[in-house]
């Protein structure tokens, strides 16, 4: 381990003995998700570099403070990529940010999450040991995976140092058709595709000035997406533009997202087979209907749980218009044995609540 694990240990331990909160934060990109935390800050931008990379066996293994765009072009030049596609939210993306945020792009339905790519993870727990859980196979795991506990828990049960992810090798083949169709008969056809051997890698629908839009990606063997293209009819489009339009739709730059205004931006996680909601107004439409994106006026918190809870998801505040302002939880309410677990996990690994207090659950 570098030099710089040493001085976050004796700061972690420095904080225990004080009661001091620890704010961890990488590249700051994601500082908008979950709830607001305070505390000294963390940093794990000494964290830096990718320490194992096996090209032939797909696997590759970085510190925490590695820029992710570093790490992908690296994965790039052997034809390989993280698959999962996560958004950066800015140019300081971290590989830790990327691991503890848990967010995934477009392919996440067709090819899996962030969770499913970590194979291993060292960390600091919260008395300033330095842990190991997994390593850098598929099949390493005796008992509770942890490794991939970290995945999605925000920095509140440790500090990652180092994380090893399984990755796949670039598709051969792409191609991104169009369909003019409302949300009703997208999420109709998406449902119908789905149960068919078709190289289906990601899918977006939005309205634009009442017409709606469906824009399907195939990935594959060359002819299996030839054979995908000629099926399934659509407008094919020019791969270099839809390429940056997929780019844009991950980081959350296009047109439906800049012109959210003072609206709250919220993402329901439903059943891909749910039928469209009662919402405001139209969402965009992601993860073949699994991923439903809204804006919505502050204050229309509770109408959205409740459409999300009545098809089987639930709805997250991903970025408030005012954060400042107190406002509805950020996550939707554990029940009582999930919220019992996750205590029991922080206490744990975390018993004097010092990494990011209150960001995945409001403070008691």
Known sequence: MPPAVDTLIERIRAAASSGTP?????????????????????????????????????????????PLLELER???????????????????????????????????????????????????????????FGGQVMKNVAGYDVSRLIAGSLGTLGLIVEVSLKVLPRFPAEATLKFE???????????????????????????DAGVGTLFLRLRGAVAAVE????????????????????????????????????RDLWRLSVPQTAPELDLPEPPLVEWHGGQRWVRAEPGRGEQLRRAAQACGGHATLFIAARPQ??????????????????????????????????????QP
Request: hydrophobic share 40%; charged share 20%.
């Open 227 to 262: 054979a995908a293209c000629n099926r399934l009819g659509g407008e094919r489009q020019d791969n270099a533009r839809t390429g940056l339009d997929w780019n844009l739709c991950r980081e959350q730059q296009l047109p439906w997202f800049a012109e959210r205004g003072e």
């Open 74 to 132: 690296l994965l790039a030049q052997h034809g390989q990529c993280l698959p999962f596609e996560p958004p950066h939210f800015g140019p300081g993306a971290t590989v830790g940010g990327m691991v503890a945020a848990g967010l995934s792009g477009p392919a996440r339905a067709s090819v899996g999450s962030v969770r499913d790519f970590v194979l291993g993870v060292t960390l600091l727990n919260g008395r300033g040991e330095l842990l190991t």
């Open 181 to 207: 169709l409302s949300q009703a008969q997208a999420l109709r056809q998406l449902n119908l595709w789905g149960g068919q051997p078709l190289p289906l890698n990601a899918s977006c629908w939005v309205e």
């Open 22 to 66: 620890l704010r961890i934060r990488g590249g700051g990109t994601k500082d908008f998700y979950g709830e607001p935390t305070a505390g000294d800050v963390l940093d794990t931008r000494s964290l830096t570099g990718v320490t194992s990379y096996e090209p032939s066996e797909l696997v590759v293994t970085a510190r925490a403070g590695t």
């Open 325 to 362: 302002e107190p406002t509805l939880s950020r996550f939707a309410p554990l029940d009582p044995v999930l919220l019992r677990i996750q205590q029991q996990l922080k206490q744990q690994f975390d018993p004097a609540a010092l990494f990011n207090r209150g960001r995945l659950l409001p």
